[in-house]
């Protein structure tokens, strides 16, 4: 079991993570609410396997390099929703751009993010 811990903002961020790994047995959603420094806290609190928090203009937010600088085996999936695309980061490679992304595709990515 994978867990995904997604920050709560923007909604329809959160709603295309929700609908992506529903009925996926595999991936367990988790909710982070607040601020960056709360999300952070969160990772260690539930054990996150992955973090979700949203880009626009393929552009990670600051908070993925703090977020691999404390835990550098995390992987930050960085979701632009209205885009259809996501950048994939881990402490051990570069970013990965993944375009064209439909509910079935994002349930994959963040599938493999984790592994």
């Known amino acids: ?4 811990l997604v920050a709560d903002r923007p909604s329809p961020m959160v709603d295309a993570v929700r609908a992506a790994i529903s009925g996926e047995s595999d991936l367990e959603l988790d909710l982070a609410f607040g601020t960056d ?3 952070m806290l969160c990772v260690a ?3 996150a396997d992955l ?3 949203s880009m626009s203009d393929r552009t990670a937010p600051p908070l993925v390099e703090r977020l691999l600088d404390e835990h550098p085996g995390l992987t930050v ?3 632009d929703v209205n885009r259809a695309e996501a950048l994939v980061q881990t402490v ?3 970013a990965d751009l993944i ?3 439909s509910g ?3 349930a994959d990515v963040l599938r493999s993010a984790t592994r």
């Open 77 to 79: 999936v960085a979701l």
């Open 51 to 53: 973090v979700v928090v």
């Open 92 to 94: 051990a490679a570069d």
């Open 99 to 101: 375009e064209h992304l």
């Open 104 to 106: 079935r595709r994002l």
């Open 37 to 39: 420094v709360e999300l």
């Open 1 to 4: 079991m994978s867990r995904i």
């Open 45 to 47: 609190e539930v054990g």
